[in-house]
C-alpha cells in the first residue's frame, strides 16, 4: 500500500511560471515531510522539508505546503528555471522511523 | 568533503547469483540507508544501519541483508539474484539517523542489471 502518493508522474512548465508539485499521504501519524530533487545519474539530493506543526515553509524560490486535514502537501517552485528539471520526491516520516518516499514526478521546464 | 561514494556504479549479474554492494558514507556520518529505486515503485526503503547495528528494516525477503563496518561504511547483498532486483541501489548517509536530526545524503547509486 503506497502510503505517499505522486499522481502525476510528469509535469510541464514554462520557463518564468510557477510549477506546482503536488503530494497525497494516507498515514495521519506521519509528522515530518521533504522533498528530494533527482538529475539522472545522480542521487537525490534534499530540497526541503516541513514539520506536521506548521503548514508553511519556504526557503528561496520553493515553498512547501501542508494541508494536514486534507493529507496533501504541495512544492511550489517560483520562477521555474531551466536547471529546475528533474524528478522530485516527496517523502515523508514518523518521528525518527524510516523515510517512506513516493514515486516521484519528472518536472520539465519548457523553454 | 568528499560525498558518499558508492561502488562499483554499474554491475550486470544473472539470475541466481549474489552480488555485493558498497558504501562509504560522508566522513563523520555514522548512519548509512539503503533504498531500491525502480520506475514503477520510487524509492523503496530496504534497511538502516547505525553504530554497525541495523535499526530499521523495510519489506524486502530475506534474500536482501546487509551490514555495517565500525568505519561506518556500509554493504548490502542480495543473494539468489532474480529479474526483478534490476533496479538503482542508492545509499544516503546522516550524521544521525531519522530525517529529523539531519538531512540525507545520498551516493549516485548502483545501476544492477540481472539477465
Known amino acids: 500500500d503506497q502510503q505517499v502518493k505522486q499522481n502525476s508522474p510528469s509535469l510541464s512548465v514554462q520557463e518564468g511560471r510557477i510549477s506546482i508539485l503536488n503530494c497525497d499521504y494516507t498515514?495521519?501519524?506521519?509528522?515530518?515531510f521533504l522533498w528530494y530533487k533527482k538529475y539522472p545519474a545522480e542521487g537525490p539530493t534534499f530540497l526541503i522539508s516541513?514539520?506536521?506543526?506548521?503548514d508553511k515553509n519556504e526557503d528561496g524560490r520553493f515553498t512547501v505546503f501542508l494541508n494536514k486535514s486534507a493529507k496533501h502537501l504541495s512544492l511550489h517552485i517560483v520562477p521555474s528555471q531551466p536547471g529546475d528539471s528533474a524528478v522530485y520526491f516527496c517523502?515523508?516520516?514518523?518521528?525518527?522511523?524510516?523515510?517512506?518516499f513516493g514515486k516521484g514526478t519528472r518536472l520539465h521546464i519548457l523553454p | 568533503k568528499a560525498g558518499v561514494t558508492q561502488t562499483p556504479r554499474y554491475l550486470i549479474k544473472t539470475r541466481g547469483q549474489q552480488v555485493t554492494l558498497s558504501c562509504s558514507p560522508i566522513?563523520?556520518?555514522?548512519?548509512v540507508s539503503w533504498y531500491q529505486q525502480t520506475p514503477g515503485q520510487g524509492l523503496q526503503f530496504l534497511f538502516e544501519?547505525?553504530?554497525?547495528?541495523?535499526?530499521n528494516k523495510g519489506n524486502f525477503p530475506g534474500r536482501f541483508s546487509g551490514r555495517q563496518f565500525s568505519n561506518s561504511r556500509s554493504e548490502m547483498n542480495v543473494s539468489t539474484l532474480e529479474l526483478g532486483d534490476s533496479a538503482l541501489y542508492l545509499c544516503?548517509?546522516?550524521?544521525?539517523?531519522?530525517?529529523?536530526?539531519?538531512?540525507?545524503?545520498f551516493g549516485p547509486g548502483t545501476r544492477l542489471t540481472v539477465l
Open positions: 566522513s563523520g556520518h555514522r548512519s
Open positions: 517523502a515523508a516520516s514518523i518521528r525518527d522511523d524510516k523515510i517512506i
Open positions: 498515514n495521519s501519524m506521519f509528522d515530518y
Open positions: 544501519y547505525f553504530s554497525e547495528t541495523q535499526r
Open positions: 516541513i514539520s506536521s506543526i506548521k
Open positions: 544516503a548517509s546522516s550524521l544521525v539517523p531519522g530525517a529529523r536530526a539531519d538531512t540525507q545524503y
